[in-house]
Antibody, heavy 123, light 113 residues
Framework: QVQLVQSGGGVVQPGRSLTLSCAASGFTFSNYGMHWVRQAPGKGLEWVAV????????FYGDSAKGRFTISRDNSKNTVYLQMNSLRPEDTAVYYC????????????????WGQGALVTVSS | QSALTQPASVSGSPGQSISISCTGT?????????VSWYQQHPGNAPKLLIFDVSNRPSGISSRFSGSKSGNTASLTISGLQAEDEAYYYC?????????????FGGGTHLTVL
């Protein structure tokens, strides 16, 4: 079955960097774009970034532009989110998510989600 | 960045039907059939209920249905059950490049009375 196992969350000081990982199994990873979505404590969902299945296209949400980088290693079935210049307002649970449809650059329906990784930005 | 607009809360009694609205613009909901709905219980990851406006993934109960009219999408839950009490989110693609590529609604808390 599809599994998305996340790692890399934790507490980080403002201005520092942190990289999240999401290891996928149970599906042909290289056929699917992968997304990151975050949820601040007590708040709603916010889309962060997507990388296309072939790694050729990336798109970022407004809060991530210029500071976050999404990447993937199809040989390791893993997608990453590198977060630089972190701010207290980046504190959230970060989810990786798989789209429901393969081989399309942009798919908004996300049918499997990781368990979430809490990132706390605090001095 | 403008999120899609959802009511903060709705409620209903067991067995009843409720609808949750999700309002956007012609650049997102009104312009494309790329609306999805998610259910999230506290402490858990979201779960996809509806994709492409009105399609249910396999394993999702037929009690959940989706529709769209103009710039507003709706999720209807029929035969309310206690386990339906949760948060519900919509999302949509947007072509408005002053926004993020994908928008989420602010979320609606459903209380089953």
């Amino acid at each position: 079955q599809v599994q998305l196992v996340q790692s890399g969350g934790g507490v980080v000081q403002p201005g520092r960097s942190l990289t999240l990982s999401c290891a996928a199994s149970g599906f042909t990873f290289s056929n699917y774009g992968m997304h990151w979505v975050r949820q601040a404590p007590g708040k709603g969902l916010e889309w962060v970034a997507v990388m296309s299945y072939d790694g050729m296209n990336t798109f970022y949400g407004d809060s991530a532009k210029g500071r976050f980088t999404i990447s993937r290693d199809n040989s390791k079935n893993t997608v990453y989110l590198q977060m630089n210049s972190l701010r207290p307002e980046d504190t959230a649970v970060y989810y990786c998510a798989k789209p429901a449809i393969s081989l399309k650059v942009i798919v908004v329906s996300l049918d499997h989600w990781g368990q979430g990784a809490l990132v706390t930005v605090s001095s | 960045q403008s999120a899609l607009t959802q009511p903060a809360s709705v409620s209903g009694s067991p067995g009843q039907s409720i609808s949750i609205s999700c309002t956007g613009t012609s650049s997102d909901i009104g312009g494309y059939d790329y609306v999805s709905w998610y259910q999230q219980h506290p402490g858990n990851a979201p779960k996809l209920l509806i994709f492409d406006v009105s399609n249910r993934p396999s394993g999702i109960s037929s009690r959940f249905s989706g529709s769209k009219s103009g710039n507003t999408a709706s999720l209807t839950i029929s035969g309310l059950q206690a386990e339906d009490e949760a948060y519900y989110y919509c999302n949509s693609y947007t072509s408005d490049r002053t926004n993020s590529l994908i928008l989420f609604g602010g979320g609606t808390h459903l209380t089953v009375l």
